[in-house]
């Protein structure tokens, strides 16, 4: 998992122009955690929320939905909560706030929730979350055509945990410059 995450790494980097390696980062202990979810049938799945909305903090995360039963939902802008069913074999990545920061928001964190059925089928999904040193300094990276300047103050990952952990899905609103 840690190989097809660096190589996961190296892609967003090269799609968003960042030159590697980048030292900060390759000397550094990478953070990695991996989240087991169960989510039990439930007899009224429209009064539950399996997870609210959210999204998630890191670099990027990669979820494996065991089985064959949906509840990953993702919000699409013009089209509210979109299903993202489980595809044997498939993964699905989801882009955290570190890579919309240092992509600059051309990389859009996914907004998303997991919801419960009713239809007797125990869900399971395991999400392995792939970060960056908490040292390491988040500057948007600019160098792209047509760059109107950065979206977000720079600021180190610790930096943003924090807020993440004090203002939950509002701490992106805490660094976004304005204008
Ligand atoms: O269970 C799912 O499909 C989503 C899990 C999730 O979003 C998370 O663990 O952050
Ligand atoms: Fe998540």
Known sequence: MKDL?????????KSINMPEPIEAIEKEERYYALHLNSYPPCPNPTQTMGIPPHTDTLFFTILHQSGNVSGLQVHKDGH????????????????????????????????????????QKQRL??????GLPLDFQLSPYLDYPNCEGPCFKSLKV???????????NSALSFIKKSG
């Open 158 to 168: 610790k930096e943003y945990a924090s807020l993440k952990v004090k203002y939950f």
């Open 125 to 130: 999904s395991f999400a392995y979350f792939y």
């Open 5 to 13: 995450c660096d190589k996961l790494k190296s892609v967003f980097f």
């Open 80 to 119: 509210g909560w979109v299903s993202v069913d489980p595809h044997p074999g498939a993964l699905v990545v989801i882009v955290g706030d570190l890579l919309h920061i240092l992509s600059n928001a051309r990389f859009p964190n996914a907004l998303h929730r997991a919801v419960v059925n009713n239809e």
